[in-house]
């Protein structure tokens, strides 16, 4: 795909692998941590001379098994001292309107991901693209959800004030890829 450097985790079953890629020119990256469903990096930036953390997830869908997940997010909230971004599959809707088609879901269905973001003290980024990353035909019923997002601490705010995803688009998944860029820094 054209990058110098890669990481990534094996999928769980036949779902949940995860890459990262990245160039070392402006920034310097090195993989922190790698766990089942997360890559934890400390990223460096050359011209701002700062860093940062950047997580890609892939949270479980399940959801005997969120609690886990969302739990070791928060630990890991506790001893992070740098600006933070989450980016992924969070597989959680932020509200409503970030779904179409298929059954209604009640709103304590929205409460987990909002309920992170203000424990962490985060923001969801805006995007660009599609309003949806995932769909799927469920009993002849078309749905389409935003699962895919990037989630950043207020002070990540302060540094890229700019930062952006960008929606892709469907091909041989039924989620689409996301780009992250931490654009025109401060």
């Not at 990262?20 to 890559?39: C, T, Y």
């Not at 990223?43 to 940062?52: A, E, N, R």
């Not at 933070?84 to 932020?94: F, K, Q, R, S, V």
């Not at 973001?117 to 035909?137: L, Q």
Request: charged share 20%; proline share 4%.
């Amino acid at each position: 795909m054209g990058f110098e450097h890669f990481d990534y985790v094996e999928p769980v079953k036949h779902s949940g692998a995860l890459a990262v890629l990245w160039d070392n020119g402006i920034i310097h990256a090195s993989v922190l941590k790698k766990e089942q469903r997360a890559i934890h990096m400390v990223v460096y930036d050359t011209l701002k001379k700062c860093s940062s953390i950047i997580s890609g997830v892939y949270a479980p869908a399940q959801t005997q098994d969120k609690y886990r997940f969302w739990n070791q997010l928060k630990q890991l909230n506790n001893v992070i001292d740098l600006p933070w971004c989450i980016i992924g599959d969070l597989n959680e809707l932020a509200n409503p309107t970030k779904k179409r088609g298929g059954k209604r879901y009640p709103l304590s269905k929205f409460a987990r991901l909002n309920s992170f973001m203000d424990r962490i003290n985060a923001i969801s980024v805006p995007f660009t693209g599609y309003p949806f990353t995932w769909e799927k035909r469920i009993q002849a019923h078309l749905i389409y959800e935003r699962l895919e997002r990037a989630i950043i601490h207020n002070d990540w705010v302060n540094l890229y004030r700019d930062s952006i995803t960008k929606h892709g688009t469907f091909s041989y998944s039924d989620h689409c890829s996301i780009i992250f860029s931490a654009i025109n820094p401060i």
